[in-house]
């Protein structure tokens, strides 16, 4: 952890979603509720709400890269996370920022869909992810489906090989998308390293909690904690949020990721 703060930083770039339920939001909630602080640069402006998304704005690739400057000089992160992505150049400026940056863990949430299903990469920017991003993380945590589209495999074990063999040393696929009864999330890692976890499935659909567990992941790695314990920890917590969601629109549920915090308490 840096010595600037008693709260570990963490930097997330990624999507602005009006709606709260993902994107940058999520990942704040997320990170605050482990007790760390979160740095925010936004890679793209989103129109979307619970149902879905309509358009995609990307911001300036110049832009990020000198906000994401700034705001390491000023408050160095102890870990960041890396969510929609919303051009190849922005993923080329996040390339070349992990690399000015050595030693520092990145968790990298591949958001290629919308959890209405309606992609959000072209083939360039797949590539780019494919072939220069994946290595530079310390943890990629794709959905089965995302992990597939990255990779060209079917299996979670086939899939999580092949990301592994392009670099990326450790894995997470999640399980969300399974048809079962329960929810496995698969961590892969070096030396051969291999746990499964297994959630009850919950009802009903959710908006931003892909976002919820990598940024759940990121905080915890921020304040020191090993990878199997801050897998374990972060999915427990993601999955009581998602247990707690609430309604703030007409369709996918939105994740209650501060539901440890006390409500105020009347003046007197």
Same mark, same amino acid.
């Given at each position: 952890m840096?010595?600037t703060s008693?709260?570990?930083?963490?930097? #997330?770039v990624?999507g602005?979603?009006?709606?709260?339920?993902?994107?940058?939001?999520a990942?704040?909630?997320?990170?605050?509720a +482990?007790?760390?602080?979160?740095l925010?640069v936004?890679?793209?402006?989103?129109?979307?709400?619970?149902?879905?998304?309509?358009?995609?704005?990307? /911001?300036?690739?110049? /832009?990020?890269?000198? /906000? #994401?400057?700034?705001? &390491?000089?000023?408050?160095?992160p102890?870990a960041?996370? &890396?969510?929609?992505?919303?051009?190849?150049?922005?993923?080329?400026?996040?390339?070349?920022?992990?690399?000015?940056? $050595?030693?520092?863990?990145v968790?990298?949430?591949?958001?290629? +869909?919308?959890?209405?299903?309606?992609?959000?990469?072209?083939?360039?920017?797949?590539?780019?992810?494919?072939?220069?991003?994946?290595?530079? #993380?310390?943890?990629?945590? $794709?959905?089965? $489906?995302?992990?597939?589209?990255?990779?060209?495999?079917?299996?979670?074990?086939?899939?999580?090989?092949?990301?592994?063999a392009?670099?990326?040393r450790?894995?997470?696929?999640?399980?969300?998308?399974d048809?079962?009864? +329960?929810?496995?999330?698969?961590?892969?890692?070096?030396?051969?390293?291999?746990r499964?976890?297994?959630?009850?499935?919950?009802?009903?659909?959710?908006?931003g =909690?892909?976002?919820?567990?990598?940024?759940?992941?990121?905080?915890?790695?921020?304040?020191?904690?090993?990878?199997?314990?801050a897998?374990?920890?972060?999915?427990?917590?993601?999955?009581? =949020?998602?247990?707690?969601?609430?309604?703030?629109?007409? #369709?996918?549920?939105?994740p209650?990721?501060?539901?440890?915090?006390?409500?105020?308490?009347?003046?007197?």
């Amino acid at each position: 952890m840096n010595g600037t703060s008693e709260r570990p930083m963490v930097l #997330c770039v990624g999507g602005h979603d009006p709606s709260g339920g993902a994107g940058i939001l999520a990942d704040a909630e997320a990170i605050q509720a +482990a007790r760390a602080f979160p740095l925010t640069v936004i890679s793209a402006l989103t129109e979307q709400d619970s149902c879905g998304l309509s358009h995609i704005h990307p /911001q300036p690739a110049r /832009q990020v890269a000198s /906000q #994401c400057r700034r705001i &390491i000089a000023d408050s160095p992160p102890a870990a960041i996370k &890396i969510g929609l992505l919303g051009s190849v150049g922005i993923a080329g400026v996040l390339t070349d920022l992990i690399d000015q940056t $050595p030693g520092i863990p990145v968790v990298l949430d591949p958001v290629l +869909a919308t959890g209405a299903g309606q992609s959000v990469v072209d083939a360039t920017l797949l590539n780019h992810v494919r072939e220069q991003l994946i290595q530079r #993380c310390t943890l990629i945590t $794709p959905n089965l $489906p995302e992990a597939r589209t990255l990779t060209d495999a079917e299996a979670p074990d086939a899939c999580a090989a092949r990301l592994r063999a392009s670099g990326a040393r450790w894995v997470l696929v999640t399980g969300t998308h399974d048809e079962t009864d +329960a929810v496995t999330n698969r961590l892969h890692g070096p030396d051969g390293y291999r746990r499964d976890w297994d959630w009850p499935r919950l009802p009903g659909q959710y908006h931003g =909690s892909g976002c919820t567990l990598a940024s759940a992941i990121a905080a915890r790695l921020a304040w020191g904690m090993g990878m199997e314990d801050a897998v374990a920890s972060a999915q427990a917590y993601t999955w009581k =949020s998602l247990k707690l969601a609430f309604r703030t629109g007409r #369709c996918q549920m939105t994740p209650n990721r501060l539901h440890d915090l006390p409500p105020p308490e009347p003046s007197r």
